[in-house]
Nanobody, 125 residues
Framework: QLVESGGGSVQTGGSLRLSCVAS????????VAWFRQAPGKGREGIAGINNAVDTTHYLPSVAGRFTISQDGAKKTAFLEMDNLKPEDTAMYYC?????????????????????WGQGTQVTVS
């Protein structure tokens, strides 16, 4: 189970830090990512870490403003969001994958991730 926290309301130009924790007896995840979904829009992947090849990926519209990171145990992830804009307003979801038995999709595509959190709301005005 993944649990997000840290959402809230901020003014344009402000910052927020989201957290995602894998609960229970989960071991180290293989991949972790943050997605968001604005009202009336589809879910989009915005930042992800691929631990198998030690790479990070960002949606171009957030690159340079958002930073994804994880702890050494690979059970907690963070999304540092700076210079927030009204268009960043959305529900933000954490997703992670522990599967090692195949290819489930490119980074930042929903099918790649096995489990999802319930989301945390970010509102920028």
């Amino acid at each position: 189970q993944l649990v997000e926290s840290g959402g809230g309301s901020v003014q344009t130009g402000g910052s927020l830090r989201l957290s995602c924790v894998a609960s229970g007896n989960a071991g180290r995840w293989k991949d972790v990512a943050w997605f968001r979904q604005a009202p009336g829009k589809g879910r989009e992947g915005i930042a992800g870490i691929n631990n198998a090849v030690d790479t990070t990926h960002y949606l171009p519209s957030v690159a340079g403003r958002f930073t994804i990171s994880q702890d050494g145990a690979k059970k907690t992830a963070f999304l540092e969001m700076d210079n927030l804009k009204p268009e960043d307003t959305a529900m933000y979801y954490c997703a992670a994958d522990w599967r090692t038995d195949g290819f489930y999709g490119p980074p930042l595509t929903p099918a790649r991730y096995q489990y999802w959190g319930q989301g945390t709301q970010v509102t920028v005005s």
